[in-house]
């Protein structure tokens, strides 16, 4: 990957932002998986991260993600990050993605965070 890990990084989780997931999906592999507390036993392939971020996408389009923290690891890395809802919101969750890529793209994407937190439920 000739581009720094940082940059990579930024501009994807701006790809979560805006409601188009075909953008987002430019970011995956062909047959990536992914993973996150809704589907832990995860999803594969554009067709069915297609069906499942257009659903995401279309719920919360200004949802803002950043990154607190990026650890390289052989083959990706390790991303901490906050996120909202909505600029403004009140509800902010922490999280971390386990990222592997080959040839510049998301081959896997395991995403943990306790998703009470980024939609307010109480404890």
Do not use: K, Q
Request: glycine share 8%.
């Amino acid at each position: 990957m000739n581009e720094p890990l940082e940059s990579f990084c930024d501009r994807w989780l701006a790809s979560w932002t805006g409601g188009d997931p075909d953008r987002l999906l430019a970011f995956y592999a062909h047959d990536a998986v992914y993973i996150d507390p809704a589907w832990p036993d995860g999803l594969r392939g554009h067709a069915a991260l297609h069906g499942y971020l257009s659903r995401l996408l279309r719920l919360y389009p200004d949802w803002v993600w950043r990154r607190e923290a990026l650890h390289p690891v052989p083959g990706g890395f390790i991303l901490r990050w906050r996120a909202r809802l909505h600029p403004d919101s009140t509800h902010e969750a922490r999280g971390m993605d386990l990222i592997e890529l080959e040839g510049g793209l998301i081959v896997r994407n395991e995403v943990y965070f306790d998703p009470r937190h980024l939609f307010g439920a109480s404890r």
